[in-house]
């Protein structure tokens, strides 16, 4: 509010008023007057007051005194636009983040406090003894000290390694090339998918110029390494068929055109001898098939991604031949596992989800309400699908479901079950093994020995039908499973798990996503040339960083995370062996 107060006060003492300006209220003027009344959100130019400040300031009816008042004051109020603001505008983001700023700080101090009580030294910390050690003694007195000498280094995985660990590792690489041994360092930055873990895939594209080298690093180690250094290409494809990878070759070209900035370091890692693959001898054949599918409609995509899974179960591979690629597990892929389970196709994953999606389960609850109200159709429905699916018997059961009369009698005596009977008169476990016994008894399901896990911890051999639906329908965080190996399934897991894995058929269920940083991701940002006296801040990455004056640092934002997501891509479509 004072500094727009104070813009205003230059501008009236150069006798300048409203009707002086172009666009009047609504323009420049109007933006300080908005200040200076506290009356503004964001701070925020309005549009014609950016367009203003980028031209002509002042009405067309202003007179030639009234131009050569505002050419004497000008300079200031543009300084009060691009300087004194910006920082007012990163004070206020700054503000708005205070409560994780605070949290962060107590759980730093007494993560401290722990580490010096228990006297133990967190592995964050300790890479950064090693840095300092190092710098500080020469290599032959750290081989002296360990009693043993390595001749050759390899470092695999190169994109994932982190700055500091990099460089720790550097003073052992250039010790080892200096007496002529080889050393080896395995790559490839369009693999690079855990920056947030550290990784930093500019040191591999980089090379072998160091990337942001330490200012105290002897000059004579970055030589060494340039003089000696071979770069190996390796081109051939040995797991995908020619058809996935033409494929891959010419949708990874087109998405590069739109994502990486051809001003950038990351444009050499996409240049077309550096991705574009080769298939290897005697890997022909193949097959794509692309569906695009509005993305309001979920249902249909899972219904779609259902009906390619049986299209290639027809054609010859098994389940367990098949994967499942996603972003997020506990997002699509919980909703995706559901729709499977509810077809019969089973689903195996190493992330947790809740029992109650599991079909034995639902079948289990389903007798269980029936037994406490013989009326239930929901349940007598949902027995009589649960059952059909667990048979894979056809969808005929409309027969059954159909009309206002439920008739699982009849149902369960054509499917040669044994006919209802009423589990009310036993305890919630005893009815739960019994109607496994009853109808369940060919079916070994995880999820089904975790239901009676969950019901003897909480009821024992004791507690009632009632009491532990009451219980199950007011829990909001159901029994969760865990999926290993469980034989001939579908994999599902996510596309940062599935690094390094490969698999006869792929699908990826999932491409839409965007290439710029999510709505409320953040990052950490140096405050050495900020007017603030804190050394890095938590800021969100979009473009109110321009206008607090952030700009260098936004636009390194948005082109690593143009990077990332487009190596995200190039991961999950080069998983596939056959489809």
């Given at each position: 509010r004072d500094l727009g107060k104070e813009a205003l006060k230059l501008i009236h003492s150069a006798g300048l008023a409203e009707s002086d300006f172009i666009h009047g209220k609504n323009g420049v003027y109007g933006f300080f007057q908005k200040v200076a009344s506290n009356n503004i959100k964001d701070l925020s130019f309005s549009k014609r007051a950016e367009n203003a400040l980028a031209g002509s300031w002042m009405a067309k009816s202003a007179s030639g005194d009234q131009l050569d008042s505002l050419s004497k004051i000008q300079t200031e109020l543009e300084n009060f636009f691009r300087d004194r603001l910006n920082s007012l505008l990163l004070k206020k983001s700054i503000r708005s983040n205070i409560d994780l700023i605070a949290v962060l700080t107590g759980l730093s101090e007494k993560f401290k406090e722990i580490c010096e009580r228990r006297k133990v030294i967190p592995i964050s910390r300790f890479n950064k003894l090693i840095s300092d050690a190092?710098?500080?003694?020469?290599?032959?007195?750290?081989?002296?000290q360990i009693g043993a000498r390595y001749d050759h280094i390899?470092?695999?995985?190169f994109q994932d390694t982190s700055q500091l660990q990099w460089y720790n590792l550097l003073p052992l690489l250039d010790e080892s090339i200096s007496r002529g041994k080889y050393n080896m360092i395995v790559g490839d930055a369009k693999?690079?998918?855990?920056?947030?873990?550290?990784?930093?895939?500019?040191?591999?594209?980089?090379l072998p110029r160091l990337f942001e080298p330490p200012v105290d690093l002897p000059v004579e180690i970055q030589q060494n390494l340039e003089y000696n250094a071979a770069i190996n290409h390796l081109n051939v494809n040995y797991r995908s068929l020619d058809k996935i990878v033409a494929f891959n070759n010419r949708l990874v070209e087109n998405l590069a055109a739109e994502a990486i900035d051809q001003n950038t370091l990351y444009a050499s890692e996409y240049n077309t001898d550096s991705f574009k693959q080769k298939h290897s001898e005697g890997k022909s054949g193949g097959f794509i098939e692309v569906s695009q599918l509005d993305n309001s409609d979920q249902k249909n995509e899972w219904k779609n991604l259902h009906r390619q899974i049986i299209i290639c179960k027809e054609r010859g591979y098994d389940f367990g031949d098949m994967a499942i690629l996603v972003r997020s597990a506990k997002k699509e892929g919980k909703s995706i596992?559901?729709?499977?389970?509810?077809?019969?196709?089973p689903v195996v994953s190493n992330e947790s989800y809740d029992i109650g999606e599991y079909l034995p389960v639902k079948i289990t609850l389903a007798f269980l309400r029936l037994s406490l109200d013989q009326k239930h159709n929901p349940s007598k429905v949902q027995i009589i699908k649960g059952l059909s699916q667990l048979m894979k018997k056809d969808p005929a059961y409309g027969k059954y479901t159909s009309g206002k009369q439920i008739n699982l009698d009849a149902f369960l005596l054509d499917s040669d079950q044994k006919a209802f009977k009423t589990y009310a008169h036993l305890s919630a476990f005893d009815a739960i093994e019994e109607i496994h016994s009853d109808y369940l008894h060919e079916l070994d399901h995880p999820a089904f020995n975790t239901l009676k896990e969950s019901v003897f911890t909480r009821f024992g051999l004791k507690?009632?039908?009632?009491?532990?639906?009451?219980?199950?329908?007011?829990q909001r965080d159901k029994p969760s499973i865990n999926f290993g190996d469980s034989g001939n399934s579908v994999e599902l897991l996510t596309i940062h798990k599935a690094k390094g894995l490969q698999y006869k058929v792929v699908f990826l269920p999932e491409m839409s996503w965007k290439l710029r940083a999510g709505h409320n991701q953040f990052s950490w940002f140096?405050?050495?040339?900020?007017?603030?006296?804190?050394?890095?801040?938590?800021?969100?990455?979009?473009?109110?960083?321009?206008?607090?004056?952030?700009?260098?640092?936004?636009?390194?934002?948005?082109?690593?995370?143009?990077?990332d997501n487009l190596n995200l891509a190039y991961v999950a479509l080069t998983r596939a062996e056959e489809a």
């Amino acid at each position: 509010r004072d500094l727009g107060k104070e813009a205003l006060k230059l501008i009236h003492s150069a006798g300048l008023a409203e009707s002086d300006f172009i666009h009047g209220k609504n323009g420049v003027y109007g933006f300080f007057q908005k200040v200076a009344s506290n009356n503004i959100k964001d701070l925020s130019f309005s549009k014609r007051a950016e367009n203003a400040l980028a031209g002509s300031w002042m009405a067309k009816s202003a007179s030639g005194d009234q131009l050569d008042s505002l050419s004497k004051i000008q300079t200031e109020l543009e300084n009060f636009f691009r300087d004194r603001l910006n920082s007012l505008l990163l004070k206020k983001s700054i503000r708005s983040n205070i409560d994780l700023i605070a949290v962060l700080t107590g759980l730093s101090e007494k993560f401290k406090e722990i580490c010096e009580r228990r006297k133990v030294i967190p592995i964050s910390r300790f890479n950064k003894l090693i840095s300092d050690a190092l710098r500080k003694e020469p290599v032959s007195f750290i081989y002296e000290q360990i009693g043993a000498r390595y001749d050759h280094i390899l470092i695999d995985e190169f994109q994932d390694t982190s700055q500091l660990q990099w460089y720790n590792l550097l003073p052992l690489l250039d010790e080892s090339i200096s007496r002529g041994k080889y050393n080896m360092i395995v790559g490839d930055a369009k693999q690079s998918i855990y920056r947030w873990r550290g990784g930093k895939a500019e040191q591999l594209i980089a090379l072998p110029r160091l990337f942001e080298p330490p200012v105290d690093l002897p000059v004579e180690i970055q030589q060494n390494l340039e003089y000696n250094a071979a770069i190996n290409h390796l081109n051939v494809n040995y797991r995908s068929l020619d058809k996935i990878v033409a494929f891959n070759n010419r949708l990874v070209e087109n998405l590069a055109a739109e994502a990486i900035d051809q001003n950038t370091l990351y444009a050499s890692e996409y240049n077309t001898d550096s991705f574009k693959q080769k298939h290897s001898e005697g890997k022909s054949g193949g097959f794509i098939e692309v569906s695009q599918l509005d993305n309001s409609d979920q249902k249909n995509e899972w219904k779609n991604l259902h009906r390619q899974i049986i299209i290639c179960k027809e054609r010859g591979y098994d389940f367990g031949d098949m994967a499942i690629l996603v972003r997020s597990a506990k997002k699509e892929g919980k909703s995706i596992t559901r729709t499977l389970l509810s077809k019969g196709v089973p689903v195996v994953s190493n992330e947790s989800y809740d029992i109650g999606e599991y079909l034995p389960v639902k079948i289990t609850l389903a007798f269980l309400r029936l037994s406490l109200d013989q009326k239930h159709n929901p349940s007598k429905v949902q027995i009589i699908k649960g059952l059909s699916q667990l048979m894979k018997k056809d969808p005929a059961y409309g027969k059954y479901t159909s009309g206002k009369q439920i008739n699982l009698d009849a149902f369960l005596l054509d499917s040669d079950q044994k006919a209802f009977k009423t589990y009310a008169h036993l305890s919630a476990f005893d009815a739960i093994e019994e109607i496994h016994s009853d109808y369940l008894h060919e079916l070994d399901h995880p999820a089904f020995n975790t239901l009676k896990e969950s019901v003897f911890t909480r009821f024992g051999l004791k507690g009632s039908i009632a009491e532990f639906l009451d219980s199950w329908d007011e829990q909001r965080d159901k029994p969760s499973i865990n999926f290993g190996d469980s034989g001939n399934s579908v994999e599902l897991l996510t596309i940062h798990k599935a690094k390094g894995l490969q698999y006869k058929v792929v699908f990826l269920p999932e491409m839409s996503w965007k290439l710029r940083a999510g709505h409320n991701q953040f990052s950490w940002f140096s405050m050495k040339n900020q007017p603030i006296d804190l050394p890095y801040a938590p800021l969100k990455i979009n473009k109110s960083l321009v206008k607090i004056g952030l700009e260098e640092e936004f636009n390194r934002e948005e082109h690593a995370n143009h990077f990332d997501n487009l190596n995200l891509a190039y991961v999950a479509l080069t998983r596939a062996e056959e489809a």
